[in-house]
């Protein structure tokens, strides 16, 4: 196979760390042990095989070593340092306080909603997409419309036309935006963000931005946060974000919803005080403090590792498995990829692939029915293990009878 192209300004010691293999299996990981079969891999659930960032692990030694964990206060230098992040990486100057800090974006986004929404109202969600958006949505009371993106050929765009048509719908009142795209991998851009904003302001739909996959952008792109594109944007959307993808540590527990708008911001404080989220542990306090304040060069090492592998993908695809597509990504490390030349329904495809390769996969209808046909596999992990599964899915491929 052909090599793939690193970064040229990344140091090539940097990114050797991500070549270590770090054995999973028996640490409660909910990736690597809800797996029944010790020789199967799983790349399904999205968290890396890396360790974290050097600074985030000392953080938390540090504060292990104290002995005493109780109660936890977010101190003002929790603060600095994700407003310093975010005006530094992406111009997007937030205030202190317009944050609210909660235990993860999953139980932000239900919060947000519950906030924004009466039942049986309809939120607009872009598939496919996340599952969890799905779960969200109905346990809050309301109704999913989907406005399903158009694949032109390996590459999504989003339906305008559609979109406008349901947010005219009084019912339809809040989009909730996945922005960098989790499954899909697009980076929206400002126009194509300014446009969701001007459809969905015009017909008084709010927009709650999920940012979580933001600082995981391929080189040649750049996330716009939605919030930061005018007074308009800030006063009619809420933003969710965490440092959890981006540095492994979902365990921790950890994120942050931006809410410019006072009386808005109240509504969500409000709903976070209900569902009892409002609280967060000290690790992820921690962690989050040192990933922005010590580990930037680290994530961008990361980054084009990732980068990287989503080269090797491709290339191991088209030559190994031609008749499967990846689509054309520009962020995260979840590769889409297009089986629907096999004939097969996902599920089938997923349950083959575990029976006849131990390898365990997501099937793209977990994330609506526009993604029938499709499998989302986790490629943030060492080179030898990505290389491996991929072995693996062109063995499970075989077994169906349709290799090329």
Not at 360 to 374: K, N, Q, R, V
Request: hydrophobic share 40%; aromatic share 10%; proline share 5%.
């Amino acid at each position: 196979m052909a090599n793939f192209h690193l970064n040229q300004e990344t140091d090539l010691d940097q990114l050797a760390c991500f070549d270590q293999v770090t054995e999973r299996r028996g640490s409660g990981s909910y990736k690597w042990d809800s797996i029944e079969q010790a020789d199967a891999l799983p790349m399904w659930v999205a968290d890396m095989d890396f360790p974290t960032a050097p600074a985030i692990i000392e953080a938390l030694t540090r504060r292990v070593q104290h002995g005493i964990f109780g109660y936890a206060k977010v101190p003002d230098v929790y603060y600095q340092h994700l407003m310093g992040w975010f005006e530094c990486r992406y111009d997007f100057a937030i205030e202190r306080d317009w944050v609210l800090y909660t235990s993860g974006v999953v139980p932000a986004i239900s919060a947000v909603i519950k906030a924004l929404t009466l039942p049986g109202n309809g939120v607009i969600v872009q598939t496919p997409v996340y599952n969890c958006f799905f779960s969200s949505i109905r346990n809050m009371g309301c109704q999913v419309i989907e406005n399903t993106l158009i694949n032109r050929e390996g590459y999504y765009e989003i339906d305008f036309d559609d979109l406008e048509k349901k947010a005219q719908n009084p019912n339809n009142t809040v989009l909730l935006l996945c922005n960098p795209h989790n499954p899909v991998g697009r980076v929206w851009t400002e126009a194509e963000l300014r446009k969701i904003g001007e459809i969905c302001f015009a017909n008084g739909v709010k927009v709650i931005s999920d940012e979580i996959h933001c600082d995981l952008v391929f080189p040649e792109h750049h996330h716009q946060p939605f919030a930061a594109l005018g007074s308009d944007y800030l006063s009619n959307s809420v933003t969710c974000h965490a440092p959890s993808k981006s540095f492994n540590i979902a365990g921790l527990q950890i994120a942050n919803i931006i809410v410019p708008n006072q009386a808005l911001r109240l509504r969500v404080d409000k709903a976070l005080n209900i569902h009892e989220v409002c609280d967060v542990n000290p690790f992820g306090i921690e962690a989050l403090i040192a990933a922005y304040g010590e580990s930037e060069a680290w994530l961008d090492a990361l980054v084009s590792y990732l980068y990287g592998n989503y080269q090797f993908v491709a290339e191991f695809l088209q030559q190994e498995i031609p008749a499967l597509k990846l689509t054309k990504q520009e962020a995260t490390y979840l590769a889409w990829i297009d089986c629907r030349a096999l004939g097969l329904p996902a599920e089938k495809l997923v349950t083959i692939l575990a029976q006849q390769a131990k390898l365990i996969l997501s099937p793209g209808t977990l994330f609506g029915e526009a993604g029938e046909g499709f499998l989302r596999l986790n490629m943030a992990c060492p080179r030898s293990v990505l290389e491996e599964g991929l072995h693996r899915l062109k063995i499970g491929i075989m077994a169906c009878g349709q290799t090329e």
